[in-house]
């Protein structure tokens, strides 16, 4: 833990990258949900099956997380760390759990509005979400068309998968400052486990979505995780992120099919973040708006795919969708999570006088 009176670096980079992130999502999530099919997003075009935008902005997205919740983890108690953590996720997530449920619900429903809101499914379906957001994907009683058109008729929110798996890296981190071991050799090994995992296990637990979505994505959180203990000591330069460039690119040339290739330009992803001559816009007056709007990106684009019926593209679909889900994640931030964070110094859950 940090001394008391340190206070923690600012890297004003992230948001614009985090944004970045969240925008990637939504443009792949553009194609699925328009065509039903993400076989004509131009990435997984030029790269193949599975390599499309989207995935690669989750990947940020998580790689990013791990360096500043492991960070932010030096500073403070386990119970400030889960208390920051839980203030960062839940606020929002509950009410983008509330609209998707009494709003997008009885609009589409096809039980009606008055049958939807009448029934008695809408509480255990609040909690069930809340607790785990996976299960929000698909609400009961709730379609945007003809489910036997495609499954993804009745996901009322698509990427509420990662939300769960975040959660748990936060709880593996807090379990590592609890007992001690929250260090750069415990870390390195539980990411060692995780990416060589694939190479023996193609689909470890196939009935069991939750661990095989968490074996998936969690080591790109402790890629971040290391990056960031790495970076404590030593400071990469512009020749190391370009080394690792080139290592990821000859990985995808020589082992495409393998789940954390891309996993090596954790380390320029970072370098940019960080970087004091490299300077993206800050977004300081509109605010770290990339959560909310990757919360609402899918049920927006849902929506707006519905609402384009027969003239839906994914061009279309994007182009509507990307201007909503920055309005409603800004909406989101300065209405409600920015709010909620002013109370992350909770002197009761505190022992460090200042915390991230």
Known sequence: MQEPGVRKPFYPNFNMVRLIAASMVIFSHAFLI????SANEPFMRLLGEGNNLGKFGVYVFFITSGFLVTQSAQFGSVGGFLWRRALRIY???VVCTLLSVYVLGPLFSPLGISGYLLSSFHLRTTVYSVLNPNYGMELPNVQFYDPAISWLATFINGSLWTIS????????????????????????ITLAVGVTW?????????????????????????GGSLVWFVMEKWRPNIVLALIFVALGVLFYVFWPNYLYGPMLFAV???CIATSPTIRLPTLERVGDVSYGTYLYGWPVEQVVNHALGQYSTPWTVFALSLPTSLLFGWLSWHLLEKRALRLKRASFLQRQPISP
């Open 34 to 37: 328009s065509e039903k099919t």
């Open 91 to 93: 606020p929002a997530l």
């Open 165 to 188: 798996q975040e959660i748990f890296c936060y709880l593996i981190l807090a379990g590592l400052m609890a007992i001690g071991l929250l260090r750069a050799p415990f870390v390195a």
């Open 198 to 222: 694939a190479l023996f296990f193609d689909d470890p637990w196939p009935d069991r979505k939750l661990i095989t979505d968490f074996t998936f994505i969690a080591p790109y959180f402790f």
């Open 268 to 270: 320029p992803l970072v």
